[in-house]
């Protein structure tokens, strides 16, 4: 996919460069809609292997090799724009020179003028609106990247609590055992001292008579 794109840009260059400045706008205008398709549909996958990354042990290392990915794709679709921008660059200029060779008169020049003005408006309106596009694109992914993380982290503090209330059950149980066995063992002994304290009273037993 890569490479055709950037077989198709050089295509245009070497368009422009031959003198055929009369291609049409519309295959640079599927050009940038596949890229754009491209871009959505890259940073969809990416989203879900960033969802699966908290899921692992690792999850820093995870997060940046997929953000490594993440940028090389990126780098290759702007260099794709870019080279597509050049030559629609290119060939706006040569055939914005050519009409302007065609059309000299005084009259024609105000025209031009008239229509360059409104171009570069166009121009400037289809710019903000894609930056547009793309701040509330990059909103939404920050937005669902924020609330992985917090899901994330409530998981992560559900289990921080879960374990620190076993622990504490487990310490009282052992408190309470260690308790008893005191108690037991204090009862133990006040048993044996009574029993002692008994046999040393006890009145000796007395002979029984002899038979006449």
Known sequence: ????????????????????????????????????????????????????????????????????????????????????????RKRKGAEQMRKTEEKSSAENQQADAERRAKAAADYQSRVEQAKEKQDSRTRAQDAEKANIEARAARLQANRQKSEARKARQAAEAAETAKFNARQKEAQDKRAQHERERLERVKPPVRSLPLPQ
Do not use: H, W
Request: include cysteine; glycine fraction near 6%.
């Open 1 to 88: 996919m890569m490479q055709r794109a950037a077989f198709l840009s050089l295509l245009m260059l070497g368009t422009v460069a031959s003198g055929q400045t009369e291609a049409p706008a519309a295959g640079s205008d599927a050009e940038r809609a596949r890229i754009g398709l491209e871009r959505s549909r890259l940073e969809a996958g990416f989203l879900t292997e960033d969802v699966a990354c908290y899921k692992r042990f690792a999850v820093n290392n995870c997060l940046d090799e997929v953000n490594e990915r993440r940028r090389a794709a990126m780098a290759d679709l702007r260099r794709q724009e870019i080279l597509l921008n050049e030559a629609e």
